[in-house]
């Protein structure tokens, strides 16, 4: 047996037995020329978890201000101050008109990411999520990132707890996992040393999971950072995830190269996509699942992922603004029919989740049925998916 062969046979072997691999472990993963039995080993490990489901759910993003004090290198969304060419902030009424225009629509969630605007008032960001509530109650407000929340700790002199009390008496269901970016700190010197430290991000997170609110992880990856730093952040992330149990997914983020001070630096290859998927997938043991992110990794890598530890290609997002600022050429929108197609194309099995992950419809090969809007739509489960926590605020209500 070669070396090579011997130790993926380890790494098996640990993978078999349930005892989660090393940061040596992961290194190597990353390091091995053997592609396609990293991917066989990652699917075997999906499988293991979802069998042959991928998740998908009916959401649209809002960006309600691009405008930014922070200066990360690799952001080509954000505009420093207010009156800057292409900055702008929506008003309560622009942000109500959203769903307005959406009043034909089955949507079960609205995922909200803003730029780190230095004048607006505090109450402007809890009203986002009172008119978007007063709107449609029964949509899940999933909002605000870690960098976010400490920024408004930061600004409105308040404590994290305090921050997502008032946030989840606004409506606030459930936080995405988006401004982690690499924790190593030499990295972020480069990247982004004037936001929330890799620290900091972690107790928001910390917080909200005691809170009761579940929140998703990231990592940008294909920037500076080496291939150690990027499974040195997944090991802080299993960390935190052994401690709350608050993760439900985690979602790696190719860089983007156009708009921005990196520029020159190239896009991470279709290799280096799949392989980091496929090593997220045998690290993270403890987090359920694994998000194929259309919208920046490009609908056919997406595809392709499913085979490589992803069980979850998000949803059908429209109007995404920082990945599509930044020159991604993907659509900006894509219907529940097309996500279906895709995935049964990759011989998957499509289950349209909310997003708790709680199942509203399975594939069973029939055509996909229409929801009316507003509709109560029955759970295939009402059973909370083992290691997530109890719901938060309104969100646990039957």
């Known amino acids: 047996m070669t070396p090579t062969r011997a130790r993926l046979a380890e790494i098996e072997t640990k993978l078999d037995d349930g005892t989660p691999l090393s940061f040596d472990d992961g290194v190597w993963l990353y390091r091995t020329p053997d592609l396609c039995t990293l991917g066989a080993l990652a699917n075997r490990v999906r499988e ?31 505009r420093l101050q207010p009156g800057m060419p292409q900055a702008y902030t929506m008003s309560l009424d622009d942000i109500r008109q959203k769903l307005v225009e959406r009043r034909g629509q089955h949507v079960t969630e609205i995922h909200i990411v803003n730029g780190l605007h230095p004048e607006l008032p505090w109450s402007y960001f809890k009203d986002t ?6 709107e449609r109650p029964e949509i899940h407000l999933k909002a605000y990132t870690a960098v976010e929340i400490h920024d408004f700790a930061r600004r409105y002199d308040m404590t994290y707890e305090q921050v997502l009390r008032e946030l989840i008496d606004a409506g606030l269901g459930s936080m995405p996992g988006g401004g982690a970016e690499i924790f190593a700190e030499r990295a972020r010197r480069k990247l982004c040393r004037d936001k929330a430290t890799a620290e900091q991000w972690l107790e928001v997170h910390r917080t909200a999971h005691r809170l009761g609110l579940r929140s998703n992880c990231t990592m940008l990856y294909g920037t500076v950072e080496t291939l150690e730093e990027r499974v040195d952040h997944m090991l802080r992330l299993r960390a935190l995830q052994a401690e709350t149990g608050g993760f439900q997914t985690f979602i790696p983020l190719s860089y983007h190269p156009e708009g921005n001070d990196l520029g ?18 045998l690290m993270l043991d403890n987090i359920e699942h694994i998000k194929a992110y259309w ?4 609908v056919k890598t997406a595809q392709i992922a499913l085979g490589f530890g992803a069980d979850d290609i998000d949803g059908t997002v429209q109007e995404e603004k920082v990945y599509h600022m930044a020159g991604a050429e993907t659509p900006q929108v894509l219907g529940r029919f097309e996500l279906v197609r895709l995935i049964r194309e990759a011989g998957r099995h499509a289950v349209e989740r909310d ?4 199942v509203l419809w399975e594939d069973d090969g029939a055509p996909l049925p229409e929801i009316r809007v507003g509709a109560s739509v029955p759970y295939s489960s009402g059973a909370t998916p083992r290691g997530h926590l109890p719901l938060a605020g309104a969100e646990a209500q039957p």
């Open 48 to 78: 293991r978890k979802h069998g042959e489901r991928t998740y998908f759910n009916v959401n649209f993003h809002i960006n309600a201000t691009n405008v930014c004090h922070a200066d990360c290198k690799f952001c080509s969304f954000a």
């Open 129 to 134: 999520l009172r008119v978007l509530k007063a």
């Open 264 to 281: 020159k630096l190239p896009a991470p290859t279709g290799v280096d996509d799949l392989r980091t998927y496929a090593v997220a997938r």
């Open 295 to 298: 919208v920046m990794l490009g």
């Open 355 to 358: 997003t708790l992950y709680r």
